[in-house]
């Protein structure tokens, strides 16, 4: 079974643009998958396999010509020799949409696509499952919180009871999980983890202490929702600021992790200029923290912090999803106050607090007054996404928003 993913669109439209289409993502989001069910009639060939491999690397100029394109090339980072040849024959042949790239290292695969094919491929991340796809939901629009989008959203979601709302996030957002509910959760993830450690992590960015590198994706879990900081992320695992700090560019350009940047403004006295991080499958956080079930999580001591950053992800995905890239920034100053998440839009700012309540008021959204004093951008609609089960007015421009109609 194919659960269909709101990207489609979005590949087809490169692909029409490009010569290349690049997806990249996070180990298992569905990236091969996606490929062999958009373009079924045009051969596959996958790097994963040695003898494919090494014939690719031995003799890149003569691959193609045992599998001229259009053609699909499947963990395409394990030969990075053939970007070159791909740049040769777009260069001569002027066509569009000739070649399928997927792979999930993409801090590897990320370095051949500039060097060789700039300007060549459309580049697009595919990220976990989203609540509208495990719904089955049509409805593809990138998230803005005014009231015309809000109202259209209303007509295309899928209410959720709180507790099912839960179990979709503690179940995690990758595709075999969602599509297998038999699968053993823990050890689906205890598996996953190991894999990429050992494949992604190890293989490429010259990882000598797994272990370590387990304890710091496990740091970092715990971290999720809230501001990063790599002295006590570094201290806690036991390892050098410098290589929290490559070890976090590896989670972040793996698709592990998200880091949501401060909103910078001189009106806000002593801003906070730190990133927020936001792992982007929360199943996979859970695993890490130790809440074994979405019950405990609900109630659990990070349920605020792993919401926030259920929703955030929600959000990326559904512009990420669209093709397009996400201007997305939380504010903090000085004294805490804190606005969750500002979506920059045609120099328009639109603030979102994040709330595990059914039932939040005004006195949740005082933060927004934060943006008065902000020249020069617009300050749009704008509310707190939370788990009421209705679409409500909260005051002039802002509003109660299910986390369904995200």
């Known amino acids: ?152 959203r209303s007509t295309n979601k899928t209410d959720l009871r709180i507790p099912d709302i839960w179990k979709i996030i503690h179940r995690g957002s990758l595709p075999e999980l969602a599509l297998n509910a038999d699968f053993d959760w823990a050890d689906f993830y205890a598996d996953y983890i190991k894999t990429y450690i050992e494949r992604d992590v190890r293989t490429l960015t010259q990882v000598a202490d797994e272990d370590s590198f387990y304890r710091f994706m496990t740091v970092c879990a715990a971290m999720s929702g809230q501001l990063l900081n790599l002295a006590n992320l570094a201290n806690d695992v036991g390892i050098s600021v410098t290589t929290a700090k490559r070890w976090l560019s590896v989670l972040k350009t793996s698709g592990i992790v998200y880091l949501l940047k401060p909103y910078s403004s001189n009106a806000i006295k002593r801003a906070v200029k730190t990133p927020k991080l936001h792992f982007l499958d929360i199943g996979l956080a859970s695993y890490l923290t130790r809440w074994m079930s979405s019950d405990n999580l609900s109630i659990g001591a990070n349920n605020g912090s792993f919401f926030e950053s259920f929703v955030v992800s929600e959000i990326l995905k559904s512009y990420t999803n669209a093709g397009k890239e996400a201007d997305l920034y939380f504010l903090r100053d000085g ?40 020249k020069g951008v617009n300050i749009g609609e704008g509310g707190i996404v939370c788990l009421a089960n209705d679409l409500l007015q909260l005051d002039e421009k802002n509003y109660i928003i299910p986390l369904s109609m995200v």
């Open 1 to 152: 079974m194919y659960i269909k993913r709101h990207i489609e669109e979005a590949v087809l439209k490169r692909a029409n643009m490009k010569g290349a289409v690049v997806v990249t993502g996070a180990r298992q989001v569905g990236k091969t998958t996606l490929i062999e069910n958009l373009k079924p009639q045009i051969p596959k060939v996958s790097l994963d396999d040695l003898p494919t491999r090494r014939r690719a690397i031995n003799s890149p100029s003569t691959f193609f010509n045992i599998t001229p394109p259009p053609i699909f090339v499947d963990e395409v980072q394990y030969a990075p020799e053939i970007f070159h040849y791909i740049k040769i024959l777009l260069d001569n042949s002027h066509n569009k949409g000739d070649f399928f790239l997927t792979g999930s290292q993409s801090f590897e695969l990320m370095k051949n696509v500039t060097e060789s094919l700039a300007g060549r491929a459309g580049i697009l991340e595919l990220l976990g499952l989203s609540l509208r796809e495990i719904n089955g939901e049509v409805w593809n629009k990138p998230f803005i919180p005014t009231l015309e989008n809000l109202k259209k």
């Open 335 to 374: 004294n805490k106050k804190e606005i969750d998440l500002l979506i920059h839009e045609n120099n328009t700012l639109y603030p979102i607090e994040i709330k595990t309540k059914a039932e939040p008021d005004e006195r949740d959204i005082k933060s927004f007054d934060m943006l008065d004093d902000i």
